[in-house]
T-cell receptor
Framework: ETGVTQTPRHLVMGMTNKKSLKCEQH?????MYWYKQSAKKPLELMFV???????ENNSVPSRFSPECPNSSHLFLHLHTLQPEDSALYLC??????????????FGEGSRLTVL | DAKTTQPPSMDCAEGRAANLPCNHS???????VYWYRQIHSQGPQYIIH???NNETNEMASLIITEDRKSSTLILPHATLRDTAVYYC??????????FGTGTRLTVIP
């Protein structure tokens, strides 16, 4: 138990569906992240939020839409996805200090399958 | 944008020290080196990080060369539960941790 909870753990959706992934951290951290991990590929940093403000968008397609309503919650809204978007989506949080990220705490991930 | 090079795989006998190397020859003076590991089907787990000095915690030791162009993660007494993919990461700015392909460590009984 890392203090970062992701739901759902598994999701199957069609290409025309709209769904959302949810992440909640109970650690009082000020930064939250979405990473994508595809089969046999490294983790890809997608989005970073610092104090609820998006500070990083790593060239992610617009069919992925993040939302950070407060520093404890992070969503990833999904619409018109492609089969190649099937992957493990990992949320993480950290207490960022001056000039360094600090320790990232990861959730267990949401495994997404797009049919 | 991974700035690190790691061997794709390594084996280590149970109970022995596991020494995992990482090259980061283009590292800048204020960039930290982080190590994480990922056990199958789980989220990555933080191990240790450092800037210039060697670091030690309850999990591992991090040895950074004086020129900072390489580092070694040392697991002093490897157990079967240490079998995982180990990632060496150079932080390219606060909140920017880009994972590479890592080293798959297999601890052998």
């Amino acid at each position: 138990e890392t203090g970062v909870t992701q739901t759902p753990r598994h999701l199957v959706m069609g290409m025309t569906n709209k769904k959302s992934l949810k992440c909640e951290q109970h650690l009082g951290h000020n930064a939250m992240y979405w990473y994508k991990q595809s089969a046999k590929k490294p983790l890809e940093l997608m989005f970073v939020y610092n104090f609820k403000e998006q500070t990083e968008n790593n060239s992610v397609p617009s069919r992925f839409s993040p939302e950070c309503p407060n520093s404890s919650h992070l969503f990833l809204h999904l619409h018109t996805l492609q089969p190649e978007d099937s992957a493990l989506y990992l949320c993480a949080s950290s207490q960022t200090g001056t000039g360094e990220t600090g320790e990232l705490f990861f959730g267990e991930g949401s495994r997404l399958t797009v049919l | 944008d991974a700035k690190t090079t790691q061997p794709p795989s390594m084996d280590c006998a149970e109970g022995r020290a596991a020494n995992l190397p990482c090259n980061h020859s283009t590292i800048s003076g204020n960039e930290y080196v982080y190590w994480y590991r990922q056990i199958h089907s789980q989220g990555p787990q933080y191990i240790i990080h450092g800037l210039k000095n060697n670091e030690t915690n309850e999990m591992a030791s991090l040895i950074i060369t004086e020129d900072r162009k390489s580092s070694t993660l040392i697991l002093p007494h490897a157990t079967l539960r240490d079998t995982a993919v180990y990632y060496c990461i150079v932080e390219t700015g606060a909140n920017n941790l880009f994972f590479g392909t890592g080293t798959r460590l297999t601890v052998i009984p």
